[in-house]
């Protein structure tokens, strides 16, 4: 199960939604082994793409470099659908390589009138996509 808060949640969406109608992708960092979302890191699209993200691979060095400087880990790795459901794509799933990290995934569909807003998070291991219960808290 995820437990995020809603601050957290709330960032996540508006970030899904300015970026539409583009993919939206970024992370949320945690203490290492803790497994608890805690800081908000907005990426941008490297793609531009309304179907398709891509980490500038540049920000994702710096990025991991920053975590390992702070004993932080990938606790949540997010980015939106806009015309599609909320669920790993062949291509999301072969670019799944976080085995601990919780893969959010919003469809801002509805802002197009396709669909409904989702929220929904997945455990993407070894190929295999396993949806979770997603729990929003007002703090930890």
Not at 85 to 108: F, K, Q
């Amino acid at each position: 199960m995820l437990t995020i808060t809603q601050a957290l949640y709330d960032q996540i969406v508006a970030h899904a939604r300015e970026d539409h109608p583009d993919e939206a992708c970024g992370v949320i960092a945690g203490p290492v082994g803790a497994g608890r979302p805690e800081r908000f890191i907005p990426m941008l699209n490297a793609a531009r793409s309304p179907t398709f993200y891509e980490f500038d691979s540049q920000d994702l060095l710096k990025l991991y470099r920053e975590m390992d400087d702070r004993d932080e880990e990938p606790v949540v790795i997010y980015h939106s659908h806009t015309a599609t459901e909320a669920y790993p794509s062949r291509t999301d799933i072969s670019y799944a390589n976080e085995p601990g990290a919780h893969y959010v995934l919003v469809s801002t569909a509805d802002a197009d009138g396709v669909g409904e807003f989702q929220f929904r998070s997945f455990r993407i291991v070894a190929g295999e996509v396993t949806e979770e219960e997603v729990k929003v808290v007002e703090s930890y």
